[in-house]
Nanobody
Framework: QVQLVESGGGLVQAGGSLRLSCAAS????????MGWYRQASGKERELVAA???????NYADSVKGRFTISRDNAQNTLYLQMNSLKPEDTAVYYC????????????WGKGTLVTVSS
């Protein structure tokens, strides 16, 4: 079992910055890839950024050049630095962890709301 707790969301003006954190606990040794997803009101959940245990990173086209994902394996914490925020970035942001032992499973946090005002 893995528990994920996000923090760092809030209200920010367009052009501003926020840093999201996701603290993992439990069987963290089994965590492989981690990522951030978001879900805007009335829309499906979408991938924002993901990072593997080896450090390979993938970003959604809509956030490339503005968002940076990073991972502190020693602290079991995932980060998302969000710069140049736009109103269309408004969503609930969820942390995801892929666990590979004893079997492959996905774990999700409860989410943190990011609101970008114009």
């Amino acid at each position: 079992q893995v528990q994920l707790v996000e923090s760092g969301g809030g209200l920010v003006q367009a052009g501003g910055s926020l840093r999201l954190s996701c603290a993992a606990s439990g069987d963290t040794v089994c965590i492989s890839a981690m990522g951030w997803y978001r879900q805007a009101s009335g829309k499906e959940r979408e991938l924002v950024a993901a990072i593997t245990s080896g450090g390979s990173i993938n970003y959604a086209d809509s956030v490339k050049g503005r968002f940076t994902i990073s991972r502190d394996n020693a602290q079991n914490t995932l980060y998302l630095q969000m710069n140049s925020l736009k109103p269309e970035d408004t969503a609930v942001y969820y942390c995801n962890a892929e666990v590979t032992c004893p079997g492959v499973m996905d774990y999700w946090g409860k989410g943190t709301l990011v609101t970008v005002s114009s």
